[in-house]
């Protein structure tokens, strides 16, 4: 393991999410710089997202190692004009992947085949430019339906590295309470926590994302999402929390 790496990025606007750049593109890279760092997968992550990412703005990424070895754990930030815009502590294992084992198997889910091409307003959200979904069920965003609940295959276009595109896909669905809404509303993510199960999708994989809000109150609302290979293999579960600014 280096003793740290910086990386220097300028985003595209076209991965915006309403006026900044998508949260989980910003944990994608938080990602991909500590396992630059410790020349390891990372298996976990908690990002705070401290304050919203300008496209079109020089921006550092930069990784430090508070703990090196077989079990490593590395700070990452994200900083624009010098100010710190997003921190990430990532644990990393220097071992191969090995086969994943759950408690309860999930059944064998629908195909990709089986989902409705579902487009985000681009309007609102640029980066539906790089999303293709296939939406599943019958709950879509702003269709004042009865749970807040979202399920797809999501593939992202753009030729991303693996474990950004993780990033992005695990924030790719909009907030779950859109789904019991029928307008829109600024919900940006401030927290996200991912378990990685075994190395990330291929670039330009199909993802199955299943997501659930399963609290909210006054202030914040807390989506659950679990995300799942073409083959039935887990890749992620993951948890964040959205700040409720129409509130």
Do not use: K
Not at 24 to 37: E, S
Not at 132 to 153: F, H, V, Y
Not at 232 to 242: H, K, S
Request: glycine residues 8%.
């Amino acid at each position: 393991m280096t003793a740290a790496v910086a990386t220097a990025l300028v985003f595209d606007p076209s991965w915006r999410s309403f006026t900044h750049v998508q949260g989980g593109l910003v944990v994608g890279h938080l990602l991909a710089a500590a396992a630059d760092l410790a020349g390891a997968a990372p298996r976990a992550v908690t990002a705070h997202l401290l304050a919203g990412v300008e496209p079109g703005t020089p921006t550092s990424v930069d990784a430090v190692a508070d703990r090196a070895g077989t079990t490593g754990s590395a700070r990452a930030t994200m900083s624009q004009d010098d100010r710190v815009l997003a921190v990430a502590q990532v644990l990393t294992l220097a071992r191969p992947a090995s086969p994943v084992t759950e408690a309860v198997p999930a059944p064998p889910g629908p195909a990709v085949r089986d989902g409705v091409p579902f487009r985000l307003p681009r309007e609102l959200v640029p980066i539906a430019d790089h999303t293709e979904i296939r939406a599943l069920g019958s709950s879509r965003p702003l269709a004042g339906g009865p749970e807040p609940r979202l399920s797809a295959w999501v593939r992202i276009d753009g030729g991303l590295p693996p474990l950004v595109q993780l990033g992005v896909l695990l924030d790719a669905l909009p907030p779950s309470l859109f789904a019991v809404r029928t307008t829109p509303a600024v919900m940006p993510t401030v927290e996200l926590t991912a378990h990685l199960a075994g190395p990330p999708p291929e670039t330009g994989a199909w993802v199955r994302i299943d997501q659930v809000t399963t609290w909210a109150d006054g202030d914040v609302a807390v989506d659950d999402a679990e995300l799942r290979a073409v083959d039935g293999r887990l890749v992620a579960r993951a948890r964040q929390t959205r700040r409720l600014l129409s509130r």
